[in-house]
């Protein structure tokens, strides 16, 4: 049985809608995780159903972070938060994974202060799917690394595609760079040095760089980028949905075709799609939007188990804590 | 009458449908310019009808700038271009505009070289519109700087201000700074930078830090950000309206609603909505997509035109020649 720690406090929904998706996962997928609520314990009973089944259990935060707090001074300032304290019960192993759609940068804080980094790793990154006309595309970084050097977009990369052979099972994951033309010496210092340790590294299934318009063709599994712009992009692709249905309503009848605009916005509403794991740091950490709604926090929790079950932490270690060579080669030791 | 260049041997569909282009607009709004078709004659009057009106002529260039060329060496190499021949004239002023679906980059470095930068103007930069719920926003730069300072990015701002003052008549265009967040030390160093001499200079209307999902809310009138961001935003933009459509004619009768698709695609295809102008060149130069129509080569008349009555590029040249608050003064006093 996975344990899993549940921010019951992190979201504009908290504490109701992530307790609802709880227990929509705990329904869904019985007797494979229990999961633990971590917050205000009164906010969080006068949530819960009198009947709850054993698998959810409650685990005392008397803490929130709230959005505006810087991070760093947050985490410092209130270790009694339900932020630090459901990492620290992952830190000590008494939970095998962490959820929060709370604030984005004290759980990045947190996770690298209470889970430490694998090593040879620099920096966490998050990592969202995007939906494609294919198979989605993980974008790594997705904005934890506003400023980021070369070595660490590679690190991204390696990250990256132990995530989508892991969870995708993809045999060999399409990394691509982010860039503005095909060829190698396009784009700015970091994507031309960043090319050149992508083209050099045997082990990456390196397709070269994808232009903004390849995204959604579904060019590569794996699309590597700075925080900044992977930022930008989520939060442009996740509007342009809702404007692009609204040209659309305009046109036809909304009655109708109800069903259609959806299935649309389920489609590119990245939320309902679960959360976006943070890469690197030594433990399974999920970052969930601070929209999300109950259904994304059971997906979030699905994505939680699969990176158990698929040994995603170990399998990245294994990436970096071995010269990597050896590691593929032990990896497909021990795969078959 | 204006004088238009026209380059015929530019863009993938070259020479018919620019030509297709120009014979529609001399159409649509007679005796208002003359359209010199720039390339080899021979191909030219191929597709040309027999019958050709009076505002139609031929400018021959024996030579055509290829795609994969390198910019810079291409026009030293190629004098005779379409290119080169119809900036020349533009430089000598022989005629008021040019207009291409050409190279880019080759563009870019003639226009730089055969009229010249406005004095205070470090880099030209590409302006391209995009659709949003309200008027479009323009964004500088799409991608003609890969590694812009902060100077030049408030050099964008303003030659972005002058240029939706000017064609869409806005009193006061809201400037924007692509960012990942509100607060002012938001992003990199560029972004911080930047933030601070947009924030001080006092003749912009700087409304802030815009974030991805602000864009298409149409947040402000001009959308400063350096080329790499603007050129993956815009290619991304492009698809993103066929992927959608996609998802929907999935779920939709497509036969029923054939013209809501059509209207999606118009809306977002920025192609259709005719050329980006190159900003801070002394002279109208009109970059159009490769994959122009003939009606977005008409619609690039229309704005080389539009440049042209509002006096777009002396307009540019006051705020840049004069100090900014003298050139404000001096403008208001014009325009009485």
């Known amino acids: 049985m996975q344990r899993i720690a549940l921010d019951a406090m992190g979201g504009d929904g908290a504490p109701r809608v992530i307790i609802e998706g709880a227990l929509s996962a705990v329904r869904e997928w019985p007797d494979r995780f229990v999961v633990s609520l971590v917050g205000i314990p009164d906010e969080i009973r006068e949530v819960l159903p009198r009947e709850v089944p054993d698998s959810i259990q409650i685990v005392p935060a008397a803490e929130v972070v709230e959005g505006h707090e810087s991070p760093v001074r947050a985490i410092r300032r209130k270790p009694d938060s339900s932020i630090v304290v459901g990492l620290g019960l992952?830190?000590?192993?008494?939970v095998d994974a962490f959820i929060s759609a709370g604030s984005t940068g004290a759980?990045?804080?947190a996770s690298r202060l209470l889970l430490g980094m694998l090593p040879g790793v620099e920096r966490p990154t998050i990592g969202t799917m995007f939906p494609t006309t294919?198979?989605?595309?993980l974008v790594v970084d997705s904005g934890a690394n506003i400023d980021a050097r070369p070595s660490q977009l590679l690190q991204f990369a390696r990250l990256g595609s132990v995530y989508m052979r892991d969870l995708l099972g993809l045999e060999s994951p399409r990394i691509g760079l982010l860039n503005v033309g095909e060829e190698s010496s396009k784009g700015g210092a970091l994507a031309v040095a960043t090319h050149k340790l992508l083209q050099d590294d045997e082990d990456l299934n390196f397709v070269g760089n994808i232009e903004g318009h390849e995204i959604v063709e579904g060019a590569c599994d794996v699309l590597v980028c700075d925080g900044f712009v992977g930022n930008v992009l989520l939060k442009f692709y996740e509007s342009v949905a809702g404007f692009i249905a609204g040209v659309l309503k305009a046109q036809l009848d909304p009655?109708?075709?109800g069903e259609g605009f959806k299935e649309v916005y389920r489609t590119i509403d990245y939320a309902e799609r679960g959360g976006a794991p943070l890469l690197g740091v030594n433990g399974v950490s999920i970052i969930c939007h601070g929209g999300s709604s109950a259904r994304a926090i059971k997906n979030a929790i699905r994505v939680a188990v699969a990176c158990l079950e698929s040994n995603m932490v170990e399998d990245m270690a294994s990436e970096f804590g071995l010269p990597t060579r050896r590691a593929r080669v032990w990896r497909r030791i021990r795969r078959r």
Do not use: T
Request: aromatic fraction near 0%.
């Open 255 to 257: 009655e109708v075709h």
């Open 134 to 137: 294919g198979s989605p595309v």
């Open 107 to 109: 759980v990045m804080a």
């Open 90 to 94: 992952l830190g000590a192993g008494e």
